[in-house]
């Protein structure tokens, strides 16, 4: 497996390398702080309703851009926008730095706005950057290297912050991210210049947005499609509890440079996307969902009986295992159950799904935990992910002509998700 990766990786465009180096930068710098945010919102929120809201607004904020986005990267060079992103990201460290040093939550706000807003620039853009750069064939390796060099930088910035969070109160790690922003800014001024007017068959999002009819319409064409985005947006709902709230609840037991230990051993296995991706290729996709999510729904349940603190690094661990095992799956069933002349437009829906996922997870969890502490919480959303799971079992009888189809997709349609899906 580890021979066939390297092999497929061997002719990926420089262009698209160095894309994908740079986005490393990009997110090195951001690991040097995003473990810490939570347990810096709710140090200067002062409840975790307040970490919900101040999460779900950065995510609003990235819902505003994303139209705009789309429709300029048809006619300005995805380069440029791209540079406009970081831009927001180095001007939105600062604001949070100040927002730490000044205790201040309108600057705060601010801070978490213009993040939001830089989101949709850089990741909807790199994407675009790489598909645009690259021929229908390098799609797989470019999505695993993307992945990969993602996670492993994001995950050495954040092993890094362990050593300055001891030194240094936590908005200090914010500049950071405007730092390492801007270096990777830098680079992106290398970039081969892409064509100015995007091509429509490689649309990230769809000019039409009326998504209620597009699910109505989706349902005729496979009544048990909108099942399976409900499991992506209850994927996205689980990733963003365990990326906000984990830290959170680890630092009740840890001091504050050990929860970067804490986050680093709960999403270690993403960087294992790649080897997962191949392995789920070849057994049955719906074991895998079925299997995975009923995995999920008992980790998320034992939190509400932690006894030992150090079973949190092994049910952070288990948790963002399964998840990363059923990411690359639920993409696989979305694209291999759309029509091929609605694929544009459910690349648009996933973007909002993931979006919607963010916002309301973090907001209900937020609320629940504040009033009945995280570990309920954590037991609460368990049983909802226990009743998908079982609910999967129900499917596969249902999916049956589809069942060869699925468990032989591998990663390569036009229009599939493979960046953000």
């Known amino acids: 497996m580890l021979k066939e990766l390297v092999e497929d990786h061997k002719n990926i465009p420089h262009s698209a390398s160095l894309a994908c180096f740079t986005f490393a930068i990009f997110t090195f710098g951001l690991g040097f702080a995003e473990p810490y945010l939570p347990i810096f919102l709710k140090n200067l929120g002062g409840n975790l309703i307040l970490v919900g809201f101040f999460v779900a607004l950065g995510a609003i904020a990235s819902l505003f851009l994303t139209s705009p986005v789309e429709i300029l990267r048809r006619r300005v060079d995805s380069r440029k926008l791209l540079i406009v992103g970081k831009l927001f990201y180095v001007l939105g460290g600062i604001f949070l730095f100040l927002a730490g040093y000044l205790k201040s939550i309108p600057v705060l706000t601010i801070g978490i706005i213009l993040l939001g807003l830089g989101y949709p620039l850089v990741w909807l853009l790199t994407e675009a950057y790489l598909r645009e750069s690259s021929s229908l064939r390098h799609s797989s390796p470019i999505s695993s290297l993307f992945m990969f060099s993602w996670f492993f ?100 037991y840890f001091a504050l440079y050990q929860v970067a230990f804490v986050v680093c051993a709960t999403f270690l296995p993403f960087l294992f996307s790649p080897f997962l991706r191949k392995f789920t290729q070849k057994i049955d996709r719906f074991e895998v969902i079925v299997f995975g999510f009923i995995i999920l729904a008992v980790t998320l349940g034992l939190f509400a009986f932690i006894g030992d603190p150090r079973w949190i690094y092994i049910l952070g661990l288990t948790l963002s295992l399964f998840l990363a095992a059923t990411k690359p799956v639920i993409a696989d069933f979305i694209t291999t159950l759309t029509p091929e002349k609605r694929r544009k437009d459910i690349l648009g829906l996933t ?43 129900g499917l596969k009888e249902k999916y049956r002509k589809n069942l060869k189809t699925i468990n032989q997709s591998k990663h390569h349609f036009r229009f599939h998700p493979h960046f953000g899906d």
């Open 153 to 252: 930088a994001w995950l050495l910035g954040a092993l890094f912050s362990s050593e300055l969070v001891r030194s240094f109160p936590i908005h200090y790690l914010f500049l950071i991210i405007s730092i390492f922003s801007l270096i990777s800014l830098l680079f992106d001024l290398q970039l081969t210049k892409t064509s100015k007017k995007a091509s429509p068959e490689k649309a990230l999002i769809s000019d039409d947005h009326f998504y209620g009819k597009m699910l109505q319409e989706m349902k005729k064409d496979d009544p048990r499609l909108p099942y399976v985005v409900t499991l992506k947006f209850f994927w996205e709902v689980i990733f963003w509890i365990a990326l906000i709230f984990i830290p959170i609840f680890a630092f009740q």
């Open 351 to 393: 973007f909002l799904i993931k979006r919607l996922g963010m916002i309301l997870g973090v907001i209900v969890f937020g609320l629940i935990a504040e009033y009945f502490g995280i570990p309920r919480a954590m037991f609460v959303f368990g049983i909802i992910t226990l009743v998908l799971g079982l609910g999967s079992i």
